[in-house]
């Protein structure tokens, strides 16, 4: 079973306008300790390339119902 990252995120300026983000890791991820050994790492990239917004929560696993935006 491939794992992936799925994390909230919200705009600075408007803290209740939040978007869940996914992303989903290739074949080095099969586990979930191997998933938050590249969680943190893969978020901070992502964080540094979209100023505007925060990270709120993040959790490695299967997809929710809601999958939401693809990144």
């Given at each position: 079973m491939?794992?992936?990252l799925?994390?909230l995120?919200c705009l600075a300026?408007n ?10 890791f290739?074949?080095e991820?099969?586990t979930?300790?191997q998933c938050m050994?590249v969680?943190?790492?893969?978020m ?6 979209h ?8 959790r490695?696993?299967?997809p929710p ?5 693809r990144?």
């Amino acid at each position: 079973m491939l794992y992936g990252l799925y994390f909230l995120t919200c705009l600075a300026s408007n803290p209740s306008h939040c978007v869940l983000r996914v992303h989903t890791f290739g074949d080095e991820v099969w586990t979930p300790q191997q998933c938050m050994s590249v969680a943190q790492p893969q978020m901070a990239a992502w964080q540094r390339s979209h100023e505007r917004w925060r990270v709120e929560r993040f959790r490695c696993g299967k997809p929710p119902r809601d999958d939401g935006t693809r990144i």
